[in-house]
């Protein structure tokens, strides 16, 4: 029976934490995909990329939202035992609470080592992909990210194209107004051109170049000394390139790395990582303990003050680590004297509704003896 309960339980609460887990992630995809589908139409990102970043940022929101599914789908599903009197049945059937903590805390063990392998290894190695995806997007030049028919840019630097030729790879009725610098002035320049084209050259430096075909530029002021109208059969730009830069971030390095560096922002990572595994075993205790309600009160009495206190853990992991990666705390304390605190405040709540410790001894009444002066009573 105790395998099958603690299968039953698990089942439980590993399907509610995986439908928690999938609704706030959509939720937080969808606020992202709004975010990024708008730069995405500016031009600051191809369409292509939206999609890959989104990808590869799925396991560091998975990281945060699992502790809090957990959390919640503790409180849900116990509370829907109490409710429906299956735990006093199963009290009533020799299981103690007790063991029924040991149950939780074997549940919590599963969703642990799914936590540590995000944490410790799969989240890192997907922001590494991350950033070199951001990386290589930045290497694009402005053409990669047009779209037909639109004016694309802000200020003084404006493109449009009419329509794209996809077998050749040509740009069709170009326009392009920018600016350039002379002896510490911007100097307006716009051109007009029957077609463009990007060209990639293989060479050490990487250079690309821009090449425009019949068409007209315009440099100055019109009806000033400087402006010049020149037209061309043929104009190439050279396309500047942003350095590739390497990728040092604390979020895409390996925990291995981390734990051999004394720098603080790498232990604020390193702090913060072993936090969200750690918290989920406390966040157990509280959520097992707060779920205990009477069948009148409803699943959602105790809802309330549970997450203002899961609400309030989070805040001061998140706080701790912003005063790690500044110095303010030092690398031995970390954040375990957060995990400390809320430690005992787990024991304290599962002690108060468990009754752990506060066992209550019926009392019965104490049987009067005859009084042996009583001499109501004669013998005949």
């Not at 203002?308 to 690398?331: E, V």
């Amino acid at each position: 029976m105790t395998l099958r309960l603690f299968r039953y339980l698990a089942k439980e609460v590993l399907v509610s934490t995986a439908g928690v887990t999938l609704i706030l992630l959509l939720v937080i995809l969808s606020s992202r995909f709004v975010s990024y589908l708008g730069r995405a139409t500016e031009g600051k990102m191809t369409f292509e990329f939206l999609f890959t970043i989104l990808g590869f940022h799925i396991p560091s929101f998975v990281q945060i939202i699992l502790p809090i599914a957990f959390f919640l789908s503790l409180l849900l599903t116990f509370g829907r035992l109490y409710i429906e009197n299956e735990m006093s049945v199963l009290f009533s059937s020799g299981i103690s609470k007790l063991k029924l903590a040991g149950y939780t805390l074997g549940i919590a063990g599963i969703v642990l080592a799914l936590s540590a392998g995000l944490n410790f290894w799969l989240t890192p190695t997907s922001e590494y992909h991350a950033v070199k995806a951001a990386d290589e997007q930045g290497q694009l030049s402005t053409f990669s990210f047009l779209l037909p028919r639109r004016f694309q840019g802000d200020g003084q630097r404006t493109t449009y194209i009419d329509s794209f030729t996809p077998d050749e790879g040509w740009m069709n009725d170009v326009f392009l107004s920018d600016f350039v610098r002379e002896n510490g002035k911007s100097i307006p320049v716009q051109m007009l051109a029957s077609y463009a084209e990007e060209i990639k050259m293989d060479s050490k430096n990487g250079q690309n170049y821009l090449v425009f075909k019949n068409g007209v530029r315009y440099e100055g002021v019109p009806g000033t000394a400087t402006y010049r109208v020149t037209e061309f059969d043929t104009y190439a730009m050279r396309m500047e390139s942003a350095p590739q830069a390497s990728i040092t971030d604390p979020e895409t390095r390996s925990t291995l790395s981390l734990l051999g560096s004394a720098d603080p922002e790498d232990q604020e990572e390193l702090q913060w990582r072993i936090a969200l595994v750690v918290m989920i075993p406390i966040l157990s205790i509280i959520g097992l303990s707060l779920s205990q309600v009477n069948p009148r009160q409803g699943r959602f009495f105790k809802m309330l003050p549970a997450i203002l206190l899961m609400i309030l853990y989070m805040a001061l992991l998140i706080w701790g680590k912003t005063a790690i990666g500044k110095g303010k705390i030092p690398d031995y304390l970390g954040l375990w004297w957060i995990h400390g605190i809320f430690l005992c405040i787990a024991i304290g709540l599962f002690v108060q509704y468990n009754q752990m410790f506060s066992r209550k001894n019926a009392r019965l009444p104490n049987a009067q003896s005859p009084d042996p002066q009583d001499t109501s009573l004669s013998n005949e």
